[in-house]
């Protein structure tokens, strides 16, 4: 069955085997990835098996060449087990496509392969100790000598912080640069690399299987090579990348709130109280109403902006505006629904109550929800 206007056949049969993959090789073992806080290594490995990582990725390197729409619903079908997943949308759809649009063809050949077996695990290294959404605040530097920069630093936060072994790391190649996001490179940094040493595994209120990690550059010797695009250029990169990140956030969120949704529904049809189902109670169909609304609104939202970016359309005041509301919506609907369930809502071993702890961090990362309306004042002419 066809969820977007755009999808054709192949994306139908494209999603249902990824989705029956996922009942196989996944769902039933994804409660123990949560008790040990990572997803394994073996089950990156498997999905690059089956063409799930980097589709996108050009024929000449491997990859099967489609576009965006099969991110998306690899995105939302990862989403549907459960939001410790999100790495592989972050390798898939935000770090890998830095390399395919700025990376030389060097740079393409030596990881590109890499990325669609799992060899190499990407993920992207701005947030620092005292550095968030000001990224031209960085206080990573990197100083040329020769055909080395010396990198020195500290980043936290970073989502494949453990199993990754490849990071888009931002550093200031130009520490005096006035404006200071002109002094601001990209590096692809590999582990092994010496001087990168990799901190502890960071214990998150939620995403528990998402393992994230924080990074140590100390006197670390990365490659003139591995810049990728031109010296300085790195803030005109990621915001150029920032639009498909957070559309992909919003569409995390959306996917989220539609499984609320969807097992709310269920419970409140079975679940008795004073004689009857709780579900014909007149709060909870409010309640639900609402939700489903909310829902329904933020899906259609959403199909346009993904049409309208795969079209190439500049779309960052509504992406803003969907990753700001999807994601404030995602919270509400995960306190309302999780509340429908009573006491059994706030048990571990209810999915609700792994949805309200999960959901929260979606209006933190690629950019606080305060940074996505301070883009849609300014593009108001406020």
């Given at each position: 069955m066809k969820r977007y206007r755009f999808e054709t056949e192949e994306h139908v049969l494209f999603r249902k085997t990824l989705r029956k993959f996922l009942e196989k090789e996944a769902v039933p073992l994804y409660d123990e990835w949560e008790q040990q806080r990572l997803v394994p290594k073996a089950f990156w490995r498997k999905l690059g098996e089956m063409g799930f990582l980097c589709p996108?990725?050009?024929?000449q390197y491997g990859g099967l060449g489609l576009d965006f729409s099969y991110g998306v619903i690899i995105g939302e079908e990862m989403e549907r087990v459960g939001a410790g997943l999100t790495g592989i949308g972050l390798h898939n759809d935000i770090v890998v496509p830095y390399i395919e649009s700025y990376g030389t063809d060097e740079q393409k050949e030596r990881y590109l392969p890499g990325c669609l077996t799992a060899d190499f695990i990407t993920g992207v290294a701005m947030t620092e100790p005292g550095?968030?959404?000001d990224l031209a605040s960085v206080q990573t530097s990197a100083r040329r000598e020769g055909e080395f920069y010396i990198v020195n630093g500290q980043k936290t936060f970073i989502t494949n912080g453990v199993n990754g072994n490849l990071f888009l790391t931002v550093v200031k190649t130009d520490v005096h640069a006035e404006p200071r996001h002109r002094g601001i490179?990209?590096?692809?940094?590999e582990e092994g690399m010496e001087g990168f040493t990799k901190g502890r595994?960071?214990?998150?209120?939620?995403?528990?299987s998402q393992d994230t990690a924080e990074l140590y550059f100390e006197e670390c010797k990365v490659p003139v090579a591995n810049l990728i695009g031109d010296e300085n250029k790195g803030f005109h990169y990621l915001m150029q990348k920032l639009q498909q990140e957070r559309l992909l956030v919003a569409l995390s969120a959306q996917t989220a709130s539609e499984d609320m949704l969807e097992m709310t529904l269920e419970y409140v049809k079975d679940r008795q109280a004073f004689g009857k189902s709780i579900g014909s109670f007149q709060n909870t169909q409010f309640k639900l109403a609402e939700v489903a609304t909310k829902v329904e609104l933020g899906k259609t939202f959403l199909e346009s902006l993904i049409e309208d970016h795969m079209?190439?359309?500049?779309?960052v005041t509504?992406?803003?505006m969907a990753k700001y509301w999807i994601t404030e919506?995602?919270?509400?609907?995960?306190?309302?629904?999780?509340?429908?369930?009573?006491?059994y809502g706030y048990m571990e071993e209810y999915k609700i109550a792994r949805r309200y702890?999960?959901?929260?961090?979606t209006s933190i990362y690629a950019g606080t929800n305060e940074i996505m309306k301070v883009i849609i004042a300014k593009n108001l002419g406020l």
């Amino acid at each position: 069955m066809k969820r977007y206007r755009f999808e054709t056949e192949e994306h139908v049969l494209f999603r249902k085997t990824l989705r029956k993959f996922l009942e196989k090789e996944a769902v039933p073992l994804y409660d123990e990835w949560e008790q040990q806080r990572l997803v394994p290594k073996a089950f990156w490995r498997k999905l690059g098996e089956m063409g799930f990582l980097c589709p996108q990725i050009d024929e000449q390197y491997g990859g099967l060449g489609l576009d965006f729409s099969y991110g998306v619903i690899i995105g939302e079908e990862m989403e549907r087990v459960g939001a410790g997943l999100t790495g592989i949308g972050l390798h898939n759809d935000i770090v890998v496509p830095y390399i395919e649009s700025y990376g030389t063809d060097e740079q393409k050949e030596r990881y590109l392969p890499g990325c669609l077996t799992a060899d190499f695990i990407t993920g992207v290294a701005m947030t620092e100790p005292g550095t968030g959404s000001d990224l031209a605040s960085v206080q990573t530097s990197a100083r040329r000598e020769g055909e080395f920069y010396i990198v020195n630093g500290q980043k936290t936060f970073i989502t494949n912080g453990v199993n990754g072994n490849l990071f888009l790391t931002v550093v200031k190649t130009d520490v005096h640069a006035e404006p200071r996001h002109r002094g601001i490179s990209l590096l692809l940094i590999e582990e092994g690399m010496e001087g990168f040493t990799k901190g502890r595994k960071l214990d998150k209120v939620g995403m528990h299987s998402q393992d994230t990690a924080e990074l140590y550059f100390e006197e670390c010797k990365v490659p003139v090579a591995n810049l990728i695009g031109d010296e300085n250029k790195g803030f005109h990169y990621l915001m150029q990348k920032l639009q498909q990140e957070r559309l992909l956030v919003a569409l995390s969120a959306q996917t989220a709130s539609e499984d609320m949704l969807e097992m709310t529904l269920e419970y409140v049809k079975d679940r008795q109280a004073f004689g009857k189902s709780i579900g014909s109670f007149q709060n909870t169909q409010f309640k639900l109403a609402e939700v489903a609304t909310k829902v329904e609104l933020g899906k259609t939202f959403l199909e346009s902006l993904i049409e309208d970016h795969m079209s190439g359309a500049d779309v960052v005041t509504k992406v803003s505006m969907a990753k700001y509301w999807i994601t404030e919506s995602a919270r509400e609907i995960a306190t309302e629904c999780m509340k429908l369930y009573g006491g059994y809502g706030y048990m571990e071993e209810y999915k609700i109550a792994r949805r309200y702890r999960d959901i929260p961090v979606t209006s933190i990362y690629a950019g606080t929800n305060e940074i996505m309306k301070v883009i849609i004042a300014k593009n108001l002419g406020l």
